[in-house]
């Protein structure tokens, strides 16, 4: 069945909304050419502590000039979604057959298990950078495995593969995880911000890896 999809629209990747508390991974909008009605695709990830139960997103049909010739509302319920759970849905659309040539989409709403209700006042849609390797920081290989050695200190069995980055409201940590700035530690691994900040010194890498020869000489 899925062969007489046709894909119309790729939406771009890590899209948020300002203040919104999920996080757009992709998605698309597909048109089925045998029954001439639309499939809309989305996959999308809770980004805070408080489970998410329905999203309400509004779907537009654009056309060459990106001028609206339909909306269909789509509502996804009972979702349970955890902080990092993400999720795939597919809704069947019906909007003009007719020139849609691409989409845009919008979350208004957002319910949580508490009842208590995030909207959209119209703020800015941003898109998240790609998270960059720690190579990328830190490309001297004895420092990272120095690194390693200070996060096994803190009994830290995460993967840090990757670069401390600030933007918007979030930070990234080194095990990969978002968070947001009010968050003064990473919420999966439990690392201090300022510790990893800190750590990530070269100055302070290199004098922590010149100790740990110097015992590694001194040691029988």
Request: net charge positive; charged share 25%.
């Amino acid at each position: 069945m899925r062969q007489n999809n046709r894909t119309i629209y790729r939406f771009a990747d890590n899209m948020h909304i300002k203040t919104c508390p999920i996080l757009l991974l992709n998605g698309k909008l597909s048109q089925n050419l045998k029954k001439s009605n639309f499939l809309f695709q989305l996959k999308f990830q809770n980004l805070c502590e408080k489970m998410i139960q329905t999203v309400c997103i509004d779907i537009s049909g654009l056309d060459m000039n990106r001028n609206p010739i339909g909306i269909a509302k789509c509502h996804y319920l009972n979702l349970n979604l955890k902080r990092d759970d993400a999720c795939i849905r597919e809704t069947p659309l019906f909007l003009p057959e007719l020139q849609i040539q691409t989409a845009a989409i919008r979350i208004h709403k957002v319910v949580f298990s508490d009842y208590s209700v995030w909207k959209d006042h119209k703020n800015p849609v941003e898109q998240f950078p790609i998270l960059k390797p720690l190579t990328s920081v830190l490309p001297e290989q004895h420092l990272r495995e120095q690194y390693y050695r200070a996060c096994s200190s803190l009994s830290d069995t995460s993967h840090n593969a990757y670069a401390l980055h600030e933007f918007f409201d979030f930070w990234t940590c080194t095990c990969g995880s978002i968070n947001w700035n009010n968050e003064k530690e990473c919420h999966t691994c439990g690392k201090p911000k300022k510790w990893i900040q800190m750590n990530l010194e070269k100055k302070n890498l290199q004098k922590c890896y010149d100790a740990y020869l110097y015992e590694k000489q001194e040691s029988p």
